[in-house]
């Protein structure tokens, strides 16, 4: 199932600039998710962050990576109308930095459901090579 950021709008409650997905290629409804962020030139961080070497901040890739794992929950059934929260960030590692023109393909993956606490497992790729793996902890209400 491919979702484009209208649809993605209407699962998800963030908007400009906080809207960290583009699309959403794969979907496994309450397991698994793939989304795309294409990293511009023109987002409103690299004005302020490494102005002189845009350089994508690493909290808002990990958004990124919450973002497309809230979407494989929230279009599950049981859990419309409900919203996914941060609730922790664990074992974060970023191993390159993410710049304009870099198209972030972004993997989440629920490991952990008990109750409305979860952990999923976030990989962010350019191509091939990892930019960041880290496990999300949340809560839905």
């Excluded at 350089?55 to 494989?72: F, T």
């Excluded at 059934?77 to 960030?89: H, L, M, R, S």
Aim: charged fraction near 25%; glycine fraction near 8%; charge should be neutral.
């Amino acid at each position: 199932m491919v979702l484009n950021s209208n649809q993605i709008q209407s699962i998800l409650p963030h908007r400009y600039p906080f809207l960290m997905v583009d699309r959403i290629d794969e979907l496994e409804v309450g397991k698994r998710a793939v989304g795309v962020k294409c990293v511009s030139v023109d987002e409103p961080y690299f004005i302020g962050h490494f102005p002189e070497e845009h350089v994508m901040p690493g909290v808002l890739i990990i958004e990124a990576l919450a973002q497309v794992g809230a979407v494989a929950l929230l279009v599950a059934e049981a859990n419309k109308g409900k919203t996914a929260y941060f609730a922790g960030i664990r074992s974060a590692k970023f191993r390159r930095k993410v710049i304009p023109g870099d198209t972030l393909i972004l993997e989440s993956e629920l490991i952990k459901l008990r109750g409305v606490f979860g952990i999923s497992k976030g990989i962010a790729k350019v191509g091939d090579e990892i930019v960041c793996v880290c496990e999300i902890i949340f809560t839905l209400a």
